[in-house]
């Protein structure tokens, strides 16, 4: 044994310790566009919150007849209605069932729309192609017109306003589960999986589902601001919440009468649908941007 062979090992020899990978709620924070999403939907799901909670400075149904369409002041900070109604209450109330349809819409949507997806891509043949032709049908009407259709169908209300929503964005999810299923079913550790004997569904419950995250993630973001419009369309139209529970859409149609003689009835609603909207679709930009390892690389 030479003399360098017992020469002891410094730092400098050291091999570098491996930098360990942000998690994702630190890349998203690095992220401008995913932070101010982030803030929005944070303080979206407070406001809801306390809407279901019924911690709102009014009963959001409550009538004071000699305050009837007073202005934004210090006894009501967003004014009152036709009814005299607090606004403020309302659009707190409002949140929580704008909420609740679009969290069961896109939970229902995600479930369905990624199973028929998965089982597409991973099947393929004249199964792939027979689903994705019944996906291009429903992709070929519009979003609100198709939700119009199932709702008059269905009927009025919340639970036909979600079951409305999941039909028009299944497809979607679909779609985007089946494009990473086509190329995930032919990698190696799939087809180790199949020779070892696991069953169909084991394979894409186990091995090909966790692949396909990431992009349902990010779609599922961007459907809750699409389904927020969908439900807002909804209720504008008379179709979805019913009165006199409270939603921004209704609110925004009741308010539009009045709009000359009290702007607020329509400032505040239309404001806070367009912040929440805002929200979602920010976040799922910087859920995409930290999700995607070819726009890591970049930023």
């Not at 369409?69 to 606004?87: C, E, K, N, W």
């Not at 799939?190 to 990010?218: D, F, K, Q, S, Y």
Request: proline share 6%; charged share 15%; with cysteine.
């Amino acid at each position: 044994m030479s003399e360098s062979d017992l020469k002891p090992v410094t730092a400098l020899d050291a091999p570098a310790p491996r930098r360990r990978e942000p998690n994702l709620l630190a890349r998203l924070l690095r992220d401008r566009s995913g932070t101010t999403g982030l803030v929005l939907v944070i303080l979206f799901l407070l406001v809801g919150l306390l809407g279901a909670l019924e911690q709102t400075p009014y009963p959001p149904n409550e009538q004071h007849a000699a305050d009837r369409m007073q202005a934004p002041g210090a006894s009501y900070i967003m004014g009152t209605d036709l009814f005299g109604r607090d606004v403020a209450s309302r659009l707190m109330v409002g949140a929580t069932n704008s909420l609740k349809v679009a969290l069961a819409s896109v939970i229902l949507s995600t479930l369905i729309g990624t199973t028929i997806g998965m089982v597409a891509g991973y099947v393929g043949g004249a199964v792939d192609n027979l689903i994705m032709r019944v996906m291009d049908i429903f992709f070929a009407f519009p979003t609100l017109l198709l939700a119009l259709l199932v709702v008059a169908v269905l009927g009025t209300g919340l639970g036909n306003t979600v079951l409305a929503i999941t039909v028009v964005y299944s497809p979607i999810f679909a779609r985007v589960a089946r494009g990473p299923v086509l190329s995930i079913k032919a990698v190696e550790f799939v087809t180790a999986a199949r020779c070892v004997g696991l069953r169909e569904w084991r394979i894409l419950v186990r091995h090909v589902l966790p692949n396909t995250m990431a992009p349902l993630i990010v779609q599922a973001s961007l459907a809750l601001s699409w389904s927020l419009i969908t439900e807002a369309g909804l209720s504008f139209l008379g179709l979805g919440t019913q009165p006199p529970a409270p939603s921004w859409g209704l609110m925004l149609s009741e308010g539009r009468k009045l709009a000359e003689f009290a702007p607020w009835l329509m400032v505040f609603p239309g404001l806070a649908i367009m912040l929440g909207v805002l929200g979602f679709n920010l976040l799922g930009d910087g859920l995409r941007d930290v999700l995607d390892p070819r726009l890591r690389g970049l930023r």
